[in-house]
């Protein structure tokens, strides 16, 4: 019991630092600002530990922190061929080939009002099929390689994408379009140096919700028919297996990948729309 | 410079409709007017009376249904095309993303002038308008009337003949008016640009304007075409003179008889 008691006391503790650390002015730095998360971050960990260890819940149910940590460090080679097979071949192509397609569609529609009446409902129609019945299909179609997840993770990032690209695209202001024509602006030359710089706002909007898409398509899409490897095929084998501490193990590297891909959206973000007023500071 | 007093533009019966939801709007009757080069024509009277519109059919944002109207003897499209004017509208519009000098140096980009020339034209408007060591500022860093004035340096970076303003300074305080008013006198002073300019400010129209074209709503028409007398050279007092106050009374004369046939 002396670990619950244990915990409990840290927890208290880092809360009243945080609180003390809010207030203050080193919350105001950027390092200060990155240590107050950081801190409840440590503390959610030394809680879960000590809980798990004082009141001896079973691995089953739910491993210490320190036993998934040690899980990654001794399998870490199985792991990173997971996620090389999951995040790199499955979801990032997926991702880039969704996103880009629905730019060409959202182009297209812009151009063309029948396409705008016609695509849209069909896209709202593909996005409204449950993935658990067309990643099925898909592995059928695209076989059991990363080929079928990247398609999965296609279906699932089009859509999104695309709504936001054709909104984006109606951003821009009449009067700064208007301005365009009296320049005897093209097409081609509304849509890049007004249309798309306006539309930015939008689209990494679109990519942020497509990011973390990407990532459940690409996993769940393995559940159905994998190669022996990939983070969707591990977590279905080791439940199977009552291997928990795997599941878990894979959880992390999965919730580590998808920040990661959200915080580097995020970064481009900062920088392409610094002109927005959400991103002024 | 070109022989002054050469017609311009050149409206001829024209009529405008508008197909509304509520029917047909009646935006423009029977307007007839000649502007020459280096005129400054102020259009005045209450909103609804067309002056916008026609400034914009002039611009070809605007098709007209009946008549003509030529911008230096051409269509209004095809002028556009020919980059004959620049446009100034009531709000800076300026792109967020782009800075002040890169605003400036857009439609340069568009027209295809070279970076050497991009460059300096843009220096020398901002000078011309006295933004000079702004350039590298963003739009949202400066005040409304700077972004304003940074618009019209925009206006004026590829040096078309004629400019077109629509109510430019109509959201600024008066005393930054009354400024950029004295600034652009100076301006098409030594630009001897044909001005266009939409206005609903008797004082600012007397002030800036050689000819004040009064016009009424319901349908949109010109009811006084007013050839001021005043000096080219206008100090900001000349608006306590005798010959200032009389042009005034006869716009204010003629916006009341507008309304009176309602």
């Known amino acids: 019991m002396s670990a619950l008691w244990l915990a409990v006391v840290f927890w208290l503790a880092?809360?009243?630092?945080?609180?003390?650390?809010?207030?203050?002015?080193?919350?105001?730095?950027?390092?200060?600002?990155?240590?107050?998360?950081?801190?409840?971050?440590?503390t959610v960990l030394v809680l879960w530990e000590g809980i798990?260890?004082?009141?001896?819940?079973?691995?089953?149910?739910?491993?210490?922190?320190?036993?998934?940590?040690?899980?990654?460090?001794?399998?870490?080679?199985?792991?990173?061929?997971?996620?090389?097979?999951?995040?790199?071949?499955?979801?990032?192509?997926?991702?880039?080939?969704?996103?880009?397609?629905?730019?060409?569609?959202?182009v297209a529609i812009d151009r063309s009002p029948f396409l705008q009446r016609g695509l849209l409902?069909?896209?709202?129609?593909?996005a409204a099929l449950p993935i658990v019945g067309l990643a099925p299909i898909l592995v059928m179609w695209f076989g059991f390689d990363w080929q079928s997840k990247a398609a999965v993770v296609v279906v699932m990032v089009f859509f999104p994408m695309l709504v936001n690209i054709v909104a984006g695209l109606q951003a821009s202001e009449r009067m700064q379009r208007d301005l365009m024509a009296t320049w005897g602006a093209s097409y081609l030359q509304t849509l890049v140096k007004l249309r798309l710089p306006a539309a930015m706002p939008f689209i990494f909007n679109g990519l942020k919700i497509a990011s973390?898409?990407?990532?459940?398509?690409?996993?769940?899409?393995?559940?159905?028919g994998s190669p022996v490897y990939g983070m969707g095929f591990r977590i279905s084998t080791e439940v199977g297996r009552l291997g928990l501490d795997m599941v878990w193990a894979t959880i992390a590297v999965a919730a580590l990948a998808g920040s990661a891909f959200y915080g580097l959206i995020t970064l481009i973000e900062r920088g392409v729309t610094f002109w927005h007023p959400s991103q002024r500071h | 410079m070109v022989s002054q007093g050469r017609p311009v533009i050149e409206a001829k019966g024209v009529n405008l409709v508008?197909?509304?939801?509520?029917?047909?709007?009646?935006?423009?009757?029977?307007?007839?007017?000649?502007?020459?080069?280096?005129?400054?024509?102020?259009?005045?009277?209450?909103?609804?009376?067309?002056?916008?519109?026609?400034?914009?059919?002039?611009?070809?944002?605007?098709?007209p249904t009946g008549g003509t109207l030529t911008v230096n003897g051409m269509s209004p499209d095809e002028a556009r095309r020919k980059r004959a004017?620049?446009?100034?509208?009531?709000?800076?519009?300026?792109?967020?993303?782009?800075?002040?000098?890169?605003?400036?140096?857009?439609?340069?980009?568009?027209?295809?002038?070279?970076?050497?020339e991009q460059d300096e034209r843009t220096d020398r408007v901002l000078e011309l308008v006295e933004l000079k060591g702004f350039g590298k500022k963003f739009p949202w860093q400066l005040s409304g009337g700077m972004q304003q004035r940074a618009s019209i340096a925009?206006?004026?970076?590829?040096?078309?003949?004629?400019?077109?303003?629509d109510e430019p300074f109509g959201a600024l305080d008066e005393i930054v008016r009354d400024r950029l008013n004295e600034e652009l006198l100076k301006?098409?002073?030594?630009?001897?640009?044909?001005?266009?300019?939409?206005?609903?400010?008797?004082?600012?129209?007397?002030?800036?304007?050689?000819?004040i074209v009064v016009m009424s709503p319901r349908p949109g028409r010109i009811t006084d075409v007013i050839d001021s007398p005043l000096p080219k050279q206008r100090p900001l007092d000349i608006r306590d003179s005798r010959e200032f106050i009389e042009i005034a009374h006869r716009v204010r004369e003629g916006l009341r008889a507008g309304h009176h046939d309602e």
């Not at chain 1, 409902?121 to 593909?126: A, I, K, L, M, Q």
């Not at chain 2, 301006?187 to 000819?211: D, M, Q």
Request: glycine share 12%.
């Open chain 1, 121 to 126: 409902p069909v896209g709202n129609f593909v």
């Open chain 2, 187 to 211: 301006l098409w002073a030594r630009t001897g640009k044909t001005i266009g300019f939409v206005t609903h400010s008797i004082p600012e129209a007397v002030y800036l304007s050689t000819k």
């Open chain 1, 52 to 106: 798990v260890r004082g009141l001896g819940v079973e691995g089953v149910i739910l491993p210490a922190p320190s036993v998934i940590a040690a899980k990654i460090a001794v399998e870490m080679p199985t792991l990173w061929q997971d996620f090389v097979q999951t995040i790199l071949k499955g979801a990032i192509p997926g991702f880039l080939i969704g996103a880009g397609a629905a730019f060409l569609t959202a």
């Open chain 2, 154 to 165: 925009r206006a004026l970076a590829f040096d078309a003949d004629i400019l077109l303003m």
């Open chain 2, 85 to 116: 004017y620049g446009y100034v509208f009531q709000a800076a519009g300026l792109y967020p993303w782009r800075t002040i000098a890169g605003n400036i140096r857009l439609p340069l980009e568009i027209m295809g002038f070279s970076r050497a």
């Open chain 1, 212 to 224: 973390t898409l990407a990532l459940i398509g690409a996993i769940v899409a393995e559940f159905f």
């Open chain 1, 14 to 42: 880092a809360w009243a630092l945080n609180v003390w650390l809010a207030g203050s002015r080193v919350s105001k730095s950027g390092p200060g600002r990155a240590l107050v998360p950081l801190i409840f971050g440590v």
């Open chain 2, 18 to 63: 508008f197909q509304t939801a509520d029917g047909p709007v009646q935006a423009l009757k029977d307007v007839n007017l000649t502007i020459s080069q280096g005129d400054f024509v102020s259009f005045i009277g209450p909103s609804g009376c067309g002056k916008t519109t026609f400034l914009r059919a002039i611009a070809a944002l605007e098709h």
